[in-house]
């Protein structure tokens, strides 16, 4: 199984099956790491995060990580994608994202029960997962990219009014465990990502994607899905 691929301050530990994150890599990168992705693990702690405290862009897609998710003080983080988790309730990790990442201004949930989209059930629509924009807005009105959909204004003024207002309850305990099973897994990561030798993190296309060609956006996009 391959180790980590490092191409100057990026460091990617991809598809190594690590319920937590080994000490050696903290000890080997952390002190020049900026971008760490840690996708297609089965983390289920980031106890080892504490090491890498200079990270810019962390990327935990398709891991386990659920509820009890723990982040260390990282001040200069602006990027964080947590897609296809365990995360069920969202209050909790918004408040916790608040604290402990001040800088933060591109977040992604998809792909967990906590961000209400067809994507993960059938019963959700639209309309909830506006509102759930709203709500995390409310929390964390520096963001200017949600589910790689860019913030607008209309959004930022309608969270000030009425995100307090706009919070997502928890669902029914049927719904809360999402397969991990092969032949079930979402990605929200075209399949040309998963690929060990490409890193770049980006995300998919999805029913709430931006695709505006010259706006920061494209910064999720890839060139080949434009």
Known sequence: MA???????????IGQDCSEIPEHLGRAYGHLAKRLDLSFNLLRSLEGLSAFRSLEELILDNNLLGNDLV?????????????????????????????????LEYLSLLGNVACPNELVSLDKDEDDYKRYRCFVLHKLPNLKFLDAQKVTR????????????????KPKASSDVVSKSPESQYSPLPSGSRDLTNHRGVLGRCHYVYYGKH???????????L
């Open 3 to 13: 180790g980590p691929v490092v191409n100057g301050t990026q460091v990617s530990y």
């Open 71 to 103: 982040l260390p003080g990282l001040p200069r983080l602006h990027t964080l994608t947590l897609n296809k988790n365990q995360i069920t309730e969202l209050e909790n990790l918004l408040d916790h994202l608040a604290e402990v990442t001040p800088s």
């Open 154 to 169: 209309i959004e930022r003024e309608e969270a000030l009014a009425r995100g307090a207002f706009m919070k997502v309850l």
């Open 215 to 225: 706006s920061e956006g494209n910064r999720f996009i890839r060139d080949d899905q």
